[in-house]
């Protein structure tokens, strides 16, 4: 169980550094850009499909992480 905690944990503290660096860096600022006026920045030259791609992607792999983990945890906790 104490191993299920660390990973949890980790996969916690990762998600989280790596949303922090999201937020911080140039993607970040154009997907604020694009919530806050999607058509001004397809018109300075953005490729706004792309960015909301990658976010998309990135919310989804951290959706995938969290699920994995839940299933052990079930598993581990009433032998599912």
């Known amino acids: 169980r ?13 998600g989280y550094l790596a949303c922090r660096w999201i937020v911080t860096s140039r993607l970040g600022r154009v997907a604020v850009a694009i919530r806050d006026a999607e058509a001004r920045t397809r ?31 079930m598993w581990a906790r009433y032998g599912l």
């Open 43 to 73: 018109f300075i030259g953005y490729r706004v499909d792309r960015v909301k791609l990658a976010i998309f992607t990135f919310s989804a792999m951290l959706a995938g992480v969290a699920g994995a983990l839940e299933e052990r945890a």
């Open 2 to 14: 104490i191993g299920l905690f660390l990973a949890s944990a980790g996969a916690l503290a990762l």
